[in-house]
């Protein structure tokens, strides 16, 4: 699925958008709450519904599953991000949920995974949710974020995205990747 990413200019700054990041900017979060809502169109920067809190930044926090889980567990709905290593690459998914160390997988219809081949610009972006409801989100103690057919490994810079399984549609995320970093937010509904 190609999102819609026409995104009207705005000439007042949103105080709503405040943004603690490393890897993205503000342009990129109306895209993300209108992929959140199933919009065909992104919301301006004045209308964005949602709160974008930076729970955990691997870089500060340490790419650990431990550390992940420490920051991440029991906080509801979290949007994720990471920088591919060697590239500007930024992939990432939206868990409208929550993240915990059952070792079960959580069923959902909302969830998505995206990803921007050139991370700077938000033209280029792949947006594809879930296939099977059923294993959307996988929460496990020895990983960061994982969804469907894409792992986040326990050393939390070693990732892999399984093709030939097609728990999420096939949007030209790399079969086995290193990350240099990668942040968790968590989505608040204003």
């Known amino acids: 699925m190609k999102p819609k990413i026409n995104v009207p200019p705005s000439r007042k700054p949103n105080l709503k958008v405040k943004l603690d990041s490393n890897l993205i900017e503000s342009k990129h979060i109306p895209l993300f709450a209108s992929w959140i809502d199933k919009k065909d169109t992104s919301y301006s920067v004045n209308g964005i519904p949602y709160e974008f809190k930076l729970l955990y930044r691997s870089s500060r926090d ?27 690459q930024l992939i990432g998914g939206y868990n409208p949920l929550d993240w915990n160390r059952s070792g079960n ?58 093709t030939d399984w097609s728990g999420y549609p096939n949007i030209n995320i790399p079969e086995t990747f290193t990350v240099d970093c990668y942040e968790v937010f968590q989505v608040i509904r204003c």
Not at 64 to 80: E, L, Q, R, V
Not at 114 to 140: E, H, M, Q, R, W
């Open 105 to 162: 997988y959580k069923n959902t219809l909302d969830s998505f995974l995206f990803n921007f081949p050139d991370g700077k610009d938000i033209s280029t972006a792949k947006l594809g949710y879930v296939n099977y409801a059923n294993c959307a989100i996988c929460c496990s103690s020895n990983q960061g974020p994982s969804m469907g057919n894409l792992d986040c490994k326990s050393s939390n810079s070693n990732w892999e995205f399984h």
């Open 62 to 88: 340490g790419f650990s599953a431990t550390s992940f889980h420490k920051n991440c567990d029991n906080k509801g709905a979290t949007i994720w991000m990471a920088k591919i290593q060697g590239s500007t």
